[in-house]
């Protein structure tokens, strides 16, 4: 299993960014997959989660300013990050759970700041 994240980087607090992860060595459609982010000094925290049905459930505090979605035919993991604010400020990881065992992809830092 291979999960890599991309697409980070500094912006401004009011601004947007795209967060990308690419899949491999699992059958991508059919399983749940998720954001979590990690902020210096802090535990590692949910994000957001996607179904294989593409439900979704969002950390109360994106809600309404990010959007998890897929693409299973480029196996490709999204989250479109609008609305940033400088508590958004964290290295962001894609994560699989599968087997009984948590599989995370090497992270992408994203840093809001003016």
């Known amino acids: 299993v291979q999960l890599q994240a991309s697409g980070g980087g500094l912006v401004q607090p009011g601004g947007s960014l795209r967060l990308s992860c690419s899949a491999s060595g699992f059958h991508f459609g059919i399983n749940t997959v998720d954001w979590y982010r990690q902020a210096p000094g802090s535990e590692r925290e949910l994000v957001a989660t996607i179904t294989s049905s593409s439900s979704t459930n969002y950390a109360d505090s994106v809600r309404g300013r990010f959007t998890i979605s897929r693409d299973n035919i480029r196996r490709t993991l999204f989250l479109q990050m609008n609305s940033l604010e400088p508590a958004d400020t964290a290295v962001y990881y894609c994560?699989?759970?599968?087997?009984?065992?948590?599989?995370w992809g090497r992270g992408t830092q994203v840093t809001v700041s003016s």
């Open positions: 994560h699989l759970r599968l087997r009984g065992r948590d599989y």
